[in-house]
Each structure stands twice: as structure tokens, then as C-alpha cells.
């Protein structure tokens, strides 16, 4: 099989730059997999082990699918720990920041306040769903504009 970049998926020359300076060249066989069929607006279903590159494999065409001047909150990603919402975060952010996105995480145990404000301004909100509740139910946030939408669990 020959070996696939991203560019070659469809990605964008920012998060393809931004990749490139992260060390991540070519992408991971789950990210083959995903990355076209997401970019063409499909939806998927992925089960793939931990460390298989399965956050870049939602992360990259998600980044990819909402524009800068997108009403915010555009996607939202629900993860069900604030470790997993954090790590995340940790591993989008930079190829959001190349496409002028912001990432904000919203997790219990911090305050509510600074996260209303950073999810209500957010393009990507990563949230765990009890915090996300209490944020929907004080109209802190609202999702009415949400274009893409992930589901992230572990076993």
C-alpha cells in the first residue's frame, strides 16, 4: 500500500503546516481511514485503541469543516472524563490555531465562570456532559449553531 499524506486526504495546507511542525508527517492508518470520509461530509464510527492517532483522525477534517467567522460555538466534542476533554484539547489546539479556531474546555471541579465565557467565545467546545448541562441550563452557552458534533469514549 502506498503511503498517504495528508495533504493527499484533502487537508488543509495551515493544519497540514501545522502538523508538519508538530513532527507528524503522515498520517496514521486509522486517520486514513476517517480523515476523506469526514472531509466529504460522512459520518463515521471509529473504534480504534489508544495511541492509534484516533483524536487527529475526528480532530483534523473538524478543524478543516468550520470556517474562522462561524457563528460560535461551531462543533462540539463530548468526552467523558475532564482528563480525556484536557488531552483533547492538548492535541487540537495548534492545528485549530493555525485555521484562526479557538478550543475551549469545559470540565467540573474549576470554575464556571472563566469556562462560560471561554465556551461562549470558543469555535470547538470539548466538554464533559454534566458541565455542559449546567452550562446549558444557566444560558451560559448555547448550541444552536453546532455544525459538527463528536462523541469521544474509551472502555
Known sequence: ???????????????????????????????????????????????????????????VPLVDMIASDSRRPSALILAPTRELASQIVDEIESIATARALSVAAVYGGVGIQAQAKRAARAHIVVACPGRLEDLLNQRHVRLDDIEVTVLEGRK
Not at 508527517?25 to 459520518?43: H, S, T
Not at 463515521?44 to 492517532?53: A, D, H
Open 1 to 59: 500500500m502506498s503511503s498517504q499524506s495528508f495533504a493527499d486526504l484533502g487537508v488543509s495546507e495551515p493544519v497540514v503546516k501545522a502538523l508538519a511542525k508538530r513532527g507528524i508527517e503522515a498520517p496514521f492508518k486509522v486517520q486514513q481511514q476517517v480523515i476523506e470520509d469526514v472531509l466529504d461530509g460522512d459520518d463515521v464510527l471509529v473504534q480504534s485503541p489508544t495511541g492509534s492517532g484516533k483524536t487527529l483522525a475526528f480532530g
